[in-house]
Each structure stands twice: as structure tokens, then as C-alpha cells.
């Protein structure tokens, strides 16, 4: 089991940044890829930016060159360091980890997702 907690989020003015935090716990070393997501009223969840634990990123296009995404594994903490804030940034953000599937003996598991309980962040003058 692997526990996630977000923190940093908050009301930040157009233009401003923030930044957020997430700390495992639990079975870390089990966790291949760590991302953030965001939900805002009305909307799907969807994904900002991914992390793997040899370090490769991706990121959704409407945050690239703003946000960035970066991993201490030293300290299980992930962070989204988030630049140039717009109004339509202002969501839910939620800490995942990805567990890939594997084979123990003759019993296999699969794929696992692991979730924070999110961190309001809103973007209003």
C-alpha cells in the first residue's frame, strides 16, 4: 500500500506561483510513475504531468513552459512547481502513483493507482 498527501495549494493572484507537494508513504519503491491531475467543477479529471522514477517528465500542452514536475526520491516527495498561473488553472489537484502490474511466484497483480485527496488551487484576481 502506498499512502499520497498533497499540500501547497491556495488562492494565488494571475500570474503568480505555487507550488505543491506530495509525500508517499508506504511501498514507495513499488511506484514506477507519479503524475498530477486536476478537477475543476463541471470537468473531468485530467492529467498535468507525469514523472517516472528514472526521471523522464511529460506534460499536458495547456501547462507546458509554465509548470514543472520533479521528484525526490531521496524523500518519497514529488512536487509541481507552477509559474504563470491563469484563471483556468484554478481546479482540484491531485497526487497519483502508478503501480505497474507484476508476478509474484505463480500469482500475478494488476496495474494499481494510488490517489491523494487533492489540493484546492485557485487562480482569481
Known amino acids: 500500500q502506498v499512502q499520497l498527501v498533497e499540500s501547497g495549494g491556495g488562492l494565488v493572484q494571475p500570474g503568480g506561483s505555487l507550488r505543491l507537494s506530495c509525500a508517499a508513504s508506504?511501498?514507495?519503491?513499488?511506484?514506477?510513475?507519479m503524475g498530477w491531475y486536476r478537477q475543476s467543477p463541471g470537468n473531468q479529471r485530467e492529467s498535468v504531468a507525469h514523472?517516472?522514477?528514472?526521471?523522464?517528465?511529460d506534460y499536458a500542452d495547456s501547462v507546458k513552459g509554465r509548470f514543472t514536475i520533479s521528484r525526490d526520491s531521496t524523500k518519497g516527495t514529488m512536487y509541481l512547481q507552477m509559474n504563470g498561473l491563469r484563471p483556468e488553472d484554478t481546479a482540484v489537484y491531485y497526487c497519483?502513483?502508478?503501480?505497474?502490474?507484476?508476478?509474484?511466484?505463480?500469482?500475478?497483480?494488476?496495474?494499481?493507482?494510488?490517489w491523494g485527496q487533492g489540493t484546492q488551487v485557485t487562480v482569481s484576481s
Open positions: 508506504g511501498e514507495v519503491s513499488t511506484i514506477y510513475r
Open positions: 497519483n502513483g502508478n503501480r505497474p502490474g507484476y508476478c509474484s511466484g505463480s500469482k500475478c497483480y494488476d496495474a494499481h493507482d494510488y
Open positions: 514523472i517516472t522514477n528514472v526521471g523522464t517528465t
